[in-house]
């Protein structure tokens, strides 16, 4: 079996492979539904970035591999890779097999990949031997939404418009709602439970804040320790998120920044009000597909406007050579900033996908606020600047 291992150095991605004779695993299970004899197993230690990646040989569409003993990991199963006609290789759904796994446990997957979805199944553990039995209570929630969600991707595969596919996502909130309420009550009920730092991974920001005072030390500071403190990261962002909301609307003035530029210098965006120019905020990083796709027409535009307009890039979660990089791939001609951990505005413009964009008037006061790539930006910059 050839093993790669994908490690984050510098910034790139290195890739050793080397051979490995099969394990008698801790990992083993079926999978049925992939079109390879192989599956990707990846895995990082608990609540951490970097990834290792093993490629695994199924046979008779059984896996049988051994993850490292040392920590708790967080483990994924994907599909392989398919080289498609046009010479890139892609996975052929983005489903993945999903489990915590902790040290000395023989963990056991069944798993179904289809077209509409993935089916799976952990048992073997103590942690996911009570999730078995916690979740007979609520599995008629998660078998409605399991249906939700396989008609739902239905619809996107058959190219539903987007506002049928938001009222068929709406009509599955109510069923969110009420597992996760199932989930606060056990919470409440085994505040000491290790099913409990599972369940509190899963919450929504809002209900994360609150439930933190309840699981006890001992959950928080256990196997799942990394991940609950990231999430609590991530949820207090959120709150904040919620929060700015309130001014990142049209009509509000646009609040001010100073980000660094692609030459090192300082950027600041009242710098360029009062010059008559509208200008165009765009939330973007290297790794968003959609970002990359949209720049085609966004430099058309800068092309058609940019007597009027001055846009604005503004590079989020990549790297100063990655961006460098994206940036000189890309062409783009017009201003380039970069956010960065020490001086974060997502939370301040309540970024909640990429790519967003905004278009500010000359005074500073926000006209529009675009989610996505989405005809609707260029729509709006036609009205406001023919």
Not at 75 to 80: C, D, K, M, R, T
Request: with cysteine; charged share 25%; glycine share 8%.
């Amino acid at each position: 079996m050839k093993k790669f291992i994908s490690l984050f150095v510098g910034g790139g991605l290195l890739t050793i492979a080397s051979c490995t004779q099969a394990p008698t695993g801790n990992l083993t299970g079926v999978i049925n539904g992939v079109e390879s004899d192989s599956v990707i197993v990846a895995y990082a230690p608990m609540g951490q970035r970097g990834l290792i990646r093993d490629t695994v040989a199924l046979k008779d569409k059984k896996i049988n591999f051994n993850l490292p003993d040392s920590t708790a990991l967080m483990v994924s199963i994907l599909e392989l890779p398919k080289t498609f006609p046009d010479g890139n290789m892609r996975a052929m759904r983005m489903d993945a097999i999903n489990f915590f796994r902790f040290p000395n446990e023989k963990v056991n997957v069944k798993a179904d990949f289809t077209e509409t979805g993935l089916d799976y199944d952990i048992t073997g553990t103590p942690l996911y031997d009570e999730l078995k039995k916690t979740e007979k209570d609520h599995r008629p929630i998660k078998d409605k939404i399991k249906a939700g969600k396989s008609k739902f991707r239905k619809m996107q595969m058959e190219g539903t418009q987007d506002s049928l596919l938001r009222l068929e996502y709406d009509k599955m909130m109510p069923l969110f709602d009420s597992l996760n309420a199932y989930k606060m009550q056990y919470i409440r009920n085994n505040p000491g439970s290790v099913v409990s730092g599972f369940y509190f991974n899963t919450l929504p920001a809002d209900s994360a804040i609150a439930f933190y005072e309840i699981i006890t030390p001992e959950v928080k500071n256990g196997p799942f320790k990394e991940v609950i403190d990231n999430h609590m990261t991530s949820a207090n962002k959120q709150i904040a998120i919620n929060k700015a909301k309130e001014n990142i609307a049209v009509g509000k003035q646009a609040p001010d920044f100073t980000l660094t530029d692609i030459n090192g210098k300082p950027f600041t965006l009242s710098s360029l009000y009062g010059k008559g120019k509208y200008i165009v905020l765009d939330f973007w990083g290297v790794w968003c597909g959609w970002c990359i796709k949209g720049f085609p027409e966004m430099k058309s535009y800068y092309e058609k406007y940019n007597k009027k307009v001055e846009f604005v890039g503004i590079d989020c979660n990549d790297t100063e050579e990655k961006w460098k990089q994206g940036v000189a791939d890309n062409q783009l001609p017009w201003i380039n900033v970069r956010n960065t951990k020490e001086n974060d505005i997502t939370t301040t413009y309540a970024i909640q996908g990429f790519p967003t964009k905004m278009i500010i008037s000359p005074k500073g006061e926000i006209e529009a606020v675009v989610l996505g790539e989405s005809p609707e930006f260029y729509k709006k910059l036609d009205e406001l600047l023919k």
